[in-house]
């Protein structure tokens, strides 16, 4: 694939990932769904197995953010070790271009737990599992959550 074709595809993932993001929220599961459906790689058990990251991993918020997660299972789904070679060393570059993933992650956002992101967005940190600090949360954030699940899906993309 051509350097034009991939920028291509990493914009259509970055607008997937927005809408999904906006519309049903659960950002890795946003990033994976968005990565399934313009490069593929990504299984449905996976984005069904990434639930629980969101919010930091189960809403607690002191977890690496869920795009963040996403966009390393991501990664993994294309270059991870595969069960049957448990035994055949460690597949150092996968870890590599996750690093890569988290520093330019943590260069833009200004961390990468939940709780980093939620104060550099809002100002402060919210107890997800309160409802009105929840909704309090949501309005507050904005677009802001979408739009790092989507650029994590477009750096994904572009590093696949």
Known sequence: MNTDDKAGLAQIAYDKALKYELDY???????????????????????????????????????????????????????????????????????????????????????????ELQQQFTGKTYDMWNPEEYKAFDSARGEQCARATATVTKWVVEMM
């Open 25 to 115: 929220g659960c950002c890795p599961q946003c990033v994976l769904a968005a990565v399934q459906e313009t490069v593929g790689v990504i299984e449905d058990s996976v984005i069904k197995a990434s639930h629980g990251l969101s919010g930091g991993g189960g809403l607690s918020g002191v977890g690496a953010c869920g795009a963040l997660t996403g966009g390393l299972m991501a990664l993994s789904a294309r270059r991870g070790r595969e069960r049957d070679k448990l035994d055949k060393g460690r597949f150092i570059n996968n870890f590599k271009k996750g690093q890569e993933l988290v520093d330019r992650f943590r260069d833009e956002f200004g961390g990468v737990t939940c709780q």
